[in-house]
């Protein structure tokens, strides 16, 4: 024994747990499609065709490619009409401004460009953006001229010795200044703005040299700009307004459904001893995927930087339907949506158990089962409630809405603290009590004193000598039979090991037991960190509702 080396001591065993997960990573890392020799034959096949064959496999491939695309294209327009109605606002408002090119007076027609590239810039999706797009570039444009108009000047009092220099130096600075204040956090509203800037400070100057020239160049691109963003607001706000505060407040009642939807599907798989044969790889590495369970949390975990941009947007926007009231708390349905972000990573959590290695036996679940559903169900209920208030614009009536959840989250740790045996190898925890009280005979006394008292179950073998808990756990395969074979283990993924003769290793399968109940611990324990953080979420959801005048729930009209 003491001749093995450091090599061997690493060297994997056949079916052990390592041995196991590194097959699992081998056949998560293969791709789906089965390549013959890993495409050497393909690339024989392909040094075989001819020329022809090959353009005409890459026009077929280019046609299809074009069928696909215009299909997505036609997808898309068809299932949101909003992108159809902007596309043709945008060649509107271009229609509209390129008319200054035909119009005779000529510094209009010379710098009519002006008013067109501001319609490309400016014009946006929403109203909240096209209003911040056109602040900024107002600002910028008219901070720059005037800046530059008071160069100019100043190189026409000094000189033309310093003209150059002034001028040189003047960029310099302005360029500095604006790039470094940019990067300011609190600037990060404004950036479009400090490029717009630049640009126009440099463009103006330089071509502003010429003394009165100077003054009829920069009046007609200011007033060619204004008209610009003009005929972009006009025409995005009159016809079929788009507003970034109603995206917003849908985009959060749908993260609430998405989040209640992935929670049930956890809970209910979980129960229903859903396995993944193979995990998909997308999930892997945390990309979007078709698994629904996967797909509702994943939406509102990565929808934060969606929200940030749409609360700044909608900041801008004037009241309008139902949000009739100046500074309208956008902010606060940030923090809800946060609220609720908080709440999927204990979503998440669960989705992890159930792609894990290591399962829990479907016996051991089923003692858990009806607490285990009533606390899903409950916490979903309560999760497509407050997407329902937010979505009607309603304040919580005044019964608790997390009094069920909570009734149901206390059964479920009451009657885990009551079978806390089942979540632990309770033979090791048995020995190690017996061998404490041999090297402490002292404690003989205090058991004296609590002979009178409840006994306290301590292992597997106690549970059918009380008659209060009528608790049948019956592995798929008798004890016996354990040390016989491996293809019948009460595991629900058998990766044990072997020895020569083809005996299970008995103290790995035992491991391997003990962390498959903690699985259970684990599932359950997120379970109920759900429900603890959906206090947080209505606290959120109360504050908005107080703040955006949210209605009564009483004071709702009736149906005729």
């Not at 902010?331 to 949506?337: I, P």
């Not at 209060?468 to 595991?491: C, G, H, M, N, Y």
Request: contains cysteine; glycine residues 6%; proline residues 4%.
């Amino acid at each position: 024994m003491n001749n093995i080396t450091q090599s061997e001591r690493m060297a994997t065993r056949v079916g052990s747990f390592r041995h196991s997960f590194l097959e699992k990573s081998k056949e998560r890392l293969l791709p789906k499609k089965e390549y013959h020799d890993f495409g050497l034959n393909d690339d024989n096949a392909e040094a075989k065709r001819s020329c022809l064959d090959a353009l005409s496999d890459r026009v077929v491939r280019f046609r299809n490619g074009s069928k696909d695309f215009a299909s997505k294209l036609y997808e898309m327009g068809r299932s949101d009409r909003r992108k159809v109605v902007f596309a043709m606002k945008a060649g509107l408002s271009l229609a509209i401004v390129s008319l200054f090119i035909y119009i005779k007076e000529e510094q209009l027609s010379k710098y009519s460009i002006w008013a067109i590239l501001t319609v490309v810039v400016v014009f946006e999706f929403s109203i909240g953006a096209t209003l911040n797009k056109g602040f900024n570039r107002a600002l910028g444009t008219v901070s720059a001229g005037v800046l530059a108009l008071g160069i100019a000047q100043l190189t026409v009092l000094v000189g033309r010795a310093f003209e150059e220099l002034i001028i040189v130096f003047s960029i310099f600075i302005a360029g500095f200044l604006a790039s470094y204040v940019k990067l300011y956090p609190a600037m990060k509203q404004y950036e479009y703005g400090f490029r717009v800037f630049l640009l126009t400070f440099c463009i103006v100057l330089v071509s502003g040299r010429h003394g009165l020239q100077f003054l009829s160049t920069a009046f007609y691109r200011l007033v060619l700009i204004g008209v610009g963003a003009g005929v972009s607001l006009s025409v995005n706000i009159c016809i079929y307004p788009i507003w970034s505060g109603e995206d917003l407040h849908k985009l959060v009642v749908k993260n609430f459904n998405g989040v209640a939807a992935s929670l049930e599907g956890c809970v209910n798989g979980y129960l229903q001893c859903v396995e993944y044969e193979r995990v998909p790889s997308k999930i892997l590495v945390y990309q979007a995927s078709d698994d629904p369970l996967y797909r509702g949390y994943r939406t509102a975990v990565q929808s934060s930087t969606q929200e940030e941009t749409l609360v700044d947007f909608a900041l801008w926007e004037p009241p309008h339907g139902p949000y009739k009231m100046f500074n309208y708390p956008w902010r606060s349905y940030a923090k809800v949506s946060g609220a609720l972000r908080h709440c999927a990573f204990m979503v998440m959590a669960m989705h992890g158990c159930i792609l894990s290695e290591i399962q829990a036996p479907p016996e051991k679940r089923l003692v858990f089962y009806e607490e285990l559903q009533r606390v899903g169900i409950e916490g979903a209920k309560v999760l497509r409630q407050l997407g329902s208030k937010v979505e009607r614009m309603e304040k919580l009536s005044k019964s608790d809405i997390l009094l069920d959840v909570h009734e149901a989250a206390e059964q479920l740790q009451m009657k885990i603290d009551r079978l806390s045996f089942l979540l632990v190898n309770s033979e090791s925890w048995e020995a190690v009590r017996h061998h404490g009280e041999n090297e402490h005979p002292d404690n003989l006394i205090d058991v004296k004193d609590n002979e009178n008292k409840q006994p306290e179950i301590t292992s597997l073998n106690e549970v059918g000598d009380d008659p209060k808990l009528d608790i049948r756990i019956e592995p798929s395969v008798p004890e016996p039979s354990l040390s016989q074979t491996a293809t019948k283990s009460f595991l629900s993924r058998a990766h044990l090991s072997f020895f020569a003769d083809g005996i299970v290793n008995e103290p790995e399968s035992r491991v391997y037991e003990s962390a498959s109940s903690l699985s259970l611990a684990t599932f359950a324990s997120n379970l109920i960190e759900f429900v603890a953080r959906l206090q947080n979420l209505a606290d959120e959801f109360q504050d908005l509702s107080e703040k955006a005048n949210f209605k009564d729930p009483l004071e709702q009209p009736l149906l005729k």
